[in-house]
């Protein structure tokens, strides 16, 4: 919860720069109400404005920590709706954990974080070392070589198991194809995509 503060002097700057002061914050990081005049007076109330991109880096700094890795956050907005968070640094290889659940984890937690309160919602996409970006370009790969041979045989093949953030790029991966449809089958962990031919499809 943002911290927030009432703070009196004698001209609103000085009152300000009191609550600035015990925040140990700039003004571009603060929401300023002026609430008036009381015994000559001026009276502020200063309520500190954290950005999504600090909430970020305060959680991924913790994290960090606790696992002694010294890495490098970086911050890129590939659209307005989405922030992407990249790690590099040494030691780093715990964040992202077996089959990558850790890093999932983090954005998930990323997420909930930066969007508790909030009307607009915004997407954080946390990576380590690029292994999302590479993960992703070989699930592509394996999704449309799937459809291809689900084409050819014409029986449904069942992919290994996945999180949920790997089957849904499969999913979108295959969302466009007119001769394929996936469905997610089984139980966590072992949860898998199934991909088969739409009914009465024609392969030519």
């Known amino acids: 919860m943002a911290r927030s503060v009432i703070k009196k002097a004698k001209t609103v700057e000085d009152a300000i720069a009191l609550a600035l002061e015990e925040f140990n914050i ?9 609430l008036g005049n009381e015994n000559d007076l001026s009276v502020v ?43 590099t640094g040494e030691n780093v290889s715990g964040l992202i954990g077996k089959r990558g659940d850790a890093i999932y984890a983090i954005s998930y937690l990323s997420n909930i974080l930066v969007n508790r309160d909030k009307d607009v919602y915004k997407r954080v996409i946390v990576d380590c070392e690029n292994y999302r970006a590479n993960k992703e370009k070989k699930l592509i790969d394996l999704a449309n070589s799937t ?31 007119r001769m394929v ?24």
């Not at 999504?52 to 709706?81: C, Q």
């Open 26 to 34: 700039d003004i571009e990081n603060a929401d300023v109400e002026i």
């Open 147 to 177: 459809a291809a041979r689900v084409c050819k045989y014409r029986r449904p093949i069942q992919l290994p198991p996945m999180p949920a953030a790997e089957r849904r790029i499969v999913h979108t991966a295959l969302q466009a194809n």
């Open 181 to 204: 449809e996936t469905e997610s089958f089984g139980i966590e962990p072992q949860r898998c995509v199934v991909v088969r031919l739409k009914p009465y499809t024609k392969v030519i």
């Open 45 to 87: 109330k200063v309520t500190e404005h954290i950005t999504d991109e600090a909430k970020i880096k305060s959680f991924l700094d913790t994290v960090m920590s606790y696992l002694n890795a010294d890495g490098t956050v970086r911050f890129s907005y590939p659209d307005e709706e989405t922030i992407k968070v990249d790690i």
